[in-house]
């Protein structure tokens, strides 16, 4: 990597490995990671500081990411001055069910997550903002890209995509994902039985924008062990309605 990057490259690397778990990283386990030469990490780490896009802890002398990304963060998510509105009804119905419920977006055919409700957790399923999401497996991936088009790109990003296996649920098989993603078009919702993790279930609605164009979802995760049909039903009529108001903000 090292002599085919320019130094904006190598810069944005060192950014998105440390932006990965466990979140702090040591100049050496950096250059380790992304076969750079460590003198040059320190320089960009340096330069990096100084302008607080990156801290450094003075016990362990490890790096994290630093409070002028956030800064950055913060304006991609509130660049849409409706966001605080469509938080608010992801929390409303959150309070309603009970459950996990978060907010994910598609752009660049990159699924991310922009809002993760942390009002009503019985068990704690939530990822951290700003993770991507696969497009075999989960709620999320499953349900934006059911709705991705036009349909021959959809097949074209899917049979190119490297499909990994997290559970024995987890969707591998291209011709399996698209039937699935065909399945979830019919029916206009999808459940996630243990894709991502053992033990849990989601339910994820697809977000249209004003042209009808695929936009987002809204999912719910919780424990599989205390869903019943009855309650299934009921978020997915609750998780309907809030899709339905957050399309009403989506231009």
């Known amino acids: ?49 100084q302008e607080m896009f990156v801290v450094q802890n003075n016990m362990n002398k490890k790096y994290t990411i630093g409070p002028s990304m956030y800064h950055i963060g913060s304006k991609y998510l509130y660049r849409n001055s409706n966001f605080l509105e469509i938080r608010t009804i992801v929390d409303n119905i959150a309070v309603a069910t009970k459950q996990n419920v978060g907010y994910t977006v598609i752009e660049n ?4 997550n922009l809002y993760e409700s942390e009002i009503a957790m019985p068990v704690r399923i939530t990822y951290q903002y700003g993770s991507y999401f ?22 074209e990003i899917v049979r190119s995509s490297r499909l990994e296996r997290t559970t024995p649920n987890s969707i591998i098989d291209p011709e399996e994902l698209l039937l699935e993603y065909k399945k979830i078009r019919e029916q206009g919702y999808t459940i996630s039985d243990e894709e991502n993790l053992l033990g849990a279930l989601g339910i994820g609605i697809p977000i249209f924008n004003s042209e009808g ?10 424990a599989k062990s205390m869903m019943t049909e009855d309650s299934i039903s009921f978020y997915i009529g609750a998780l309907k309605k809030g899709a339905r108001e957050i399309s009403k903000y989506i231009v």
Not at 6 to 17: N, P, Q, S, V
Not at 18 to 42: D, F, M
Not at 109 to 112: Q, S, T
Not at 134 to 155: D, H, Q, S
Request: proline share 4%; charged share 25%; glycine share 6%.
């Open 1 to 49: 990597m090292d002599d085919k990057l320019t130094a904006i490259g190598k810069t944005i690397e060192i950014l998105k490995a440390i932006a990965k778990e466990p979140y702090t990283y040591s100049a050496q386990e950096l250059s380790h990671i992304l076969n750079i030469n460590r003198t040059t990490v320190h320089r960009i780490l340096n330069e990096l500081e």
């Open 109 to 112: 055919d990159k699924i991310i």
């Open 134 to 155: 696969p497009i075999n497996r989960g709620a999320y991936g499953k349900t934006i890209m059911a709705f991705y088009k036009p349909l021959e790109k959809l097949e």
């Open 213 to 222: 164009r695929i936009h987002g979802c809204i999912a719910l995760a919780g």
